[in-house]
Structure formats: C-alpha cells, structure tokens
C-alpha cells in the first residue's frame, strides 16, 4: 500500500526560534495522539539541524525546500543535498511553481536536483501543477505530464520509488481557491495513468500523489477520500500547530 502523507512546506517563514517552537509544538502533540499518516515539515535550510534535534523523528520526517543543482564547491550560497541529508532530513521539496516562476528552475535544473537529492540518500518531493491560464486552456493534463517527462521520467524504476508527486495547481496557492475534489482527483487519476505508462501499474500505484493548494482542516478530509488522493502539501496551513494537526486527523475520519 501506498503511503498516507501531510506534509508542510513553510516557504520562507518562521524565523529559528519561531520554527523551533512550531516544531516542538507539533511533535508534543503529535506524542500524545500519534498520527495515522506519515508527518513531514518543510522547513528553511537554516532550520533543519537544530529542528532535527527538538523533533521525534518516528513521527515528524523532516524535510529542505530546495537543494543546489551542483554536488559541491564553488556555488556562493548554495546548499548541497548532500549537506541536507548531513542535517537529519530525509526529504526535499523539488519543483514548486514558486521555484520554477520566481527562480527560472527549468525543467533540466530541475532534474539535476533530484538526480542529486536521490544520489545523497534523501527522497524527493516533486511538485507539478499548471496556471489558471493553463487550465483554462484545458491543457492541465500536457503541463502535468510535460514537468514529469522534463524533470524525472529519465530515473530508473528503482530510483523512481523515491518520489513522491505533489499536484498543486498554481491558481489555488495560497489564493484560499482550493481545486474541488473531483477536479484533483481526477487530475490525479491521469497522473498515475502516466506514470502506469511509464514504469508500470506497480510502482504507479505504490507512488504517493499529494494534492497541494489552500488545503486546510475543513476542506482535507473530502480531498483525502478520492482514491487517487494520498495527502497534501501544505503551506499557509502547515505554520500554526492546530490547522496543521487537524490536517493530519483528516486521515483518521
Ligand atoms: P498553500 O500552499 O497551502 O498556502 O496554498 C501550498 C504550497 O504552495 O505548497
């Protein structure tokens, strides 16, 4: 079976105390009513180490928003997947629309990421997801699959079993537009259709798909019963405790 996953990507907020307390606050509760899905936070790099120190990593996975495209040396700035994994994280978030729009992630930047992210042992978050221009269009289904092709259909089916696909439509980040549950899962269906094609019945349906924007606790529990549906990527949502753990009960409805 397939993993059930929330996942929470906290894009650029939080400073270190702030996460560490967030952190804390979600792994105490998390303690006290153990979640029936896996539990990952998407944190700043600069987070990573001290949160991997407060969190239990039995029922928190932690996990960067990005990694450099080069394996070291001479890149000011950069952050290596390898140095990533050396914090405790076991997963990154590769892909997000913000990445590819703000930072110009092309489709091979992307897949030198995620060769790289794999190569050092983590597993890999790869967001796809079309604009509103784009779904307008009916062309949702050629984007989608077009980012998959671009940036991981070169792996190996073994190396493939380590992605995990979040579909995140660019017009329902952070807009509180939230696809319905049909609209996702059947965008989801075609998406595991793909990857069928690609490598499988199999591993298409051992691969986790997480829908992503303005998912939140009133709205998770209808998503997360489509069967093509195993979780979300969460954003605004996933900074207070409270919103982010009624998430995680959607699973227990
Ligand atoms: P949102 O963001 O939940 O705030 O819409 C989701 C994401 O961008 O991962």
Known sequence: MRKKIVAGNWKMNKNLQEGIALATELSVMLAADKPACDVIIGTPFI????????IDH??????????ADKASGAYTGEVSAEMV???????????????REYYKETYDILK???????ANGLKVIF????????????????????????????????AFKNIVIAYEPI????????????QAEEIHAYIRSVIAEKY????????SILYGGSCKPSNAAELFSK????GGLIGGASLKAADFKGIIDAWKR
Request: charged share 30%.
């Open 112 to 118: 030198e990421k995620v060769q790289l992210a794999l």
């Open 227 to 230: 069967p093509d549906i195993d």
């Open 200 to 207: 499988g019945r199999q591993i298409a349906e051992e691969t």
């Open 47 to 54: 987070h990573l180490a001290k949160i991997s120190e407060v």
């Open 127 to 158: 967001c796809i997801g079309e604009s509103l221009d784009e779904r307008e269009k009916g062309i949702q289904n050629q984007v989608v699959k077009a980012e998959l092709e671009g940036s991981v259909f070169n792996l190996s089916a073994d």
């Open 58 to 67: 039995k029922n928190i996975r932690l996990s960067a928003q990005n990694c």
């Open 85 to 99: 994994k050396s914090t405790g994280a076991e997963y990154v978030i590769l892909g997000h629309s913000e990445r």
């Open 171 to 182: 017009w329902a980040i952070g807009t509180g537009k939230t696809a319905t549950a049909e």
